[in-house]
């Protein structure tokens, strides 16, 4: 297994890979070439020693792979066409703090609010966090599958798969062709639609443990403010789970690739050829240059 692991995401005809020195950026360009490009670019974790402490490295690593994906986002619809010019960085930025609301008033606040017209929080914090916690994967499941019937979506969730392939057969060490790589599970441990599930765990332990319920604003905020705490706990609890093989990791494994049948599909030949070459460019095995495909 490679001791400098790569993590991922799947862009616009692309893929993302994100080593702790750098990140590449692969696309399949409007002609049939594949661009590729590496941004040298130490992740937070390798310039400060706290953003390696428990619970605080997981906060720290959301927020740089949320960062560096934005990027490969708007890079990549530049490339592809769908857009006139890469966005600034401001417009960047504020394109993020504008998600991240809209996802924390959908999924924490919301289910908070809709739990306590059922369940008394104060009385039955566990109950009333559970219930919370079902609705918040009842909205995420449903918004992925909605999301998953759109074309464009499809083929986005197929290069999520070349991605996680790529990885797979870089940490087993393994040539990268398209054989090998195809030859590899779509479905990988530390993958961001399995965080997110276990975020959603986390969040039904930690919110229990906060006093003073029965404050209908205090419990909603108090869901914001422990954010932070929440995202820190499923960091550990992906990678405790992607590291061993007892019973509680394999069950919490098990949790996460349910959740990843609804964002990784099986990608084409061509798609594994892109996530090959992204995966080169961000462990340093080739120059950034556009790749040419017959």
Known sequence: ??????????????????????????????????????????????????????????????????????????????????????????????????????????????????????????????????????????????????????????????????EHKAIAAYEKGLPLTVENVRAQPAFHPRCGTTFIAFVILASVVVYSLIPHQEVLLWRLGARVLFLPLVAGVAFELLRWSASHTDPVSNLLRAIGFRFQMLTVKEPTDDMIEVAIESTKAASGQIAEKPVAVA
Do not use: C
């Open 1 to 162: 297994m490679k001791t400098n692991a790569l993590g991922g995401s799947a862009a616009l005809e692309g893929v993302m890979m994100k080593s702790p020195e750098a990140w590449a950026l692969a696309v399949r360009l409007p002609s049939g070439t594949i661009h590729v490009e590496r941004h040298d670019e130490l992740a937070l974790s390798r310039r400060y020693a706290w953003a390696r402490w428990p619970l605080v490295r997981g906060v720290v690593a959301l927020y740089d792979s949320m960062a560096v994906s934005y990027q490969a986002m708007s890079r990549s619809a530049a490339l592809a066409g769908e857009e006139e010019e890469q966005m600034s960085k401001g417009a960047l930025y504020g394109t993020m703090a504008v998600s991240l609301l809209i996802g924390v008033a959908m999924f924490i606040v919301l289910p908070g609010f809709l739990s306590g017209l059922v369940i008394n929080a104060a009385a039955h914090p566990v109950l009333y966090n559970l219930l919370a916690g079902l609705i918040k994967a009842a909205i995420l499941v449903g918004y992925l599958v909605f999301i998953g019937r759109l074309p464009d979506i499809q083929r986005f969730f197929m290069y999520h798969g070349a």
